[in-house]
């Protein structure tokens, strides 16, 4: 199910992001697509609101390829940008199929078509583009039980 928004500030960003991330179980793989600056990071601050975390600590993983963001009281969420991978390949040294298999944890990749053939076939969509200097235009291709939490009034 496709459902498409536009935000006219980070600030909304980070909101429609966080009602995504209020309705999440665990288990979850958010996969974000979008050129640089489209606010994939911002989007995960969103998440990491949405799941209970800290936003602030949240930044882009591009040098360390991944950050994991956690607390005692909330489903952890762990950032992983893949735009300096070779291929689905380089996911073995992090761990990449622990990480599929821990029910408690949110996966966001930024960059995911560099590790396609890793992805597991249930998964979550986002693709951000520039609408605009402050203004996201942002798809989300979900199940219908994921992409109606953007349809039914925030909670």
């Known amino acids: 199910m496709n459902v498409v928004r536009t935000t006219w500030s980070e600030a909304e960003t980070i909101e429609l992001a966080a009602r995504l991330g209020r ?8 996969c974000l697509e979008g050129p640089l600056g489209s606010g994939k990071t911002c989007f995960v601050r969103g998440l990491a609101t949405g ?6 600590e949240v930044c882009s993983p591009t040098y360390v390829l991944w950050r994991r963001y956690e607390n005692h009281a909330s489903l952890a969420l762990v950032h992983l940008d893949a735009f300096r991978l070779s291929g689905p390949q380089d996911l073995e040294a992090i761990g990449w ?12 990749v930024e960059w995911p078509s560099r590790i396609a053939p890793a992805l597991p ?4 969509e986002v693709v951000m583009a ?3 200097e402050s203004a996201r235009r942002i ?17």
């Not at 309705?23 to 958010?30: D, H, N, P, S």
């Open 23 to 30: 309705g999440l179980a665990g288990g979850e793989v958010i």
């Open 51 to 56: 799941l209970g975390l800290d936003p602030t």
């Open 139 to 155: 798809t989300l291709d979900a199940p219908p039980e994921i992409a109606s939490i953007w349809e039914r009034p925030d909670r």
């Open 97 to 108: 199929e622990e990480l599929l298999e821990e029910p408690a944890t949110v996966i966001a």
């Open 121 to 124: 076939p249930r998964r979550i």
């Open 130 to 132: 520039h609408a605009g």
